[in-house]
Nanobody, 121 residues
Framework: QVKLVESGGGSVQAGGSLRLSCEAS????????MEWHRQAPGKEREEVAT???????SYAASVKGRFTISKDIAKNTLYLQMDSLKPEDTGMYYC???????????????WGQGTQVTVSS
């Protein structure tokens, strides 16, 4: 099994920053896609960023230029650096992973429990 555990969420004022972490257990696939998703109450889940095994990244237009996805392979940890936060960034953030490259464009099969991010104005 692959276990993903998110951390780093919290409350911050608009314009502030947070760094989310996602620690993965038993995940050492040569090809993989790591993702960050978020969901606000009553809203659909939104993919905010992805990171492929070759280092390629993608971002939702709403966060491009403000969020940065990265990973530390040695620590089996995925990060999401969030800067210039806005109230609309509020939501539950989930990390997800799949044992294939992001260009496969298939739903991830491993998910974390989520960490709450609240941005106040």
């Amino acid at each position: 099994q692959v276990k993903l555990v998110e951390s780093g969420g919290g409350s911050v004022q608009a314009g502030g920053s947070l760094r989310l972490s996602c620690e993965a257990s038993k995940f050492t696939y040569p090809a993989h896609c790591m993702e960050w998703h978020r969901q606000a109450p009553g809203k659909e889940r939104e993919e905010v960023a992805t990171l492929d095994s070759d280092g390629d990244t993608s971002y939702a237009a709403s966060v491009k230029g403000r969020f940065t996805i990265s990973k530390d392979i040695a620590k089996n940890t995925l990060y999401l650096q969030m800067d210039s936060l806005k109230p609309e960034d509020t939501g539950m953030y989930y990390c997800a992973a799949a044992p294939w490259n992001c260009w496969v464009h298939a739903p991830a099969n491993f998910w974390g429990q989520g960490t709450q991010v609240t941005v106040s104005s």
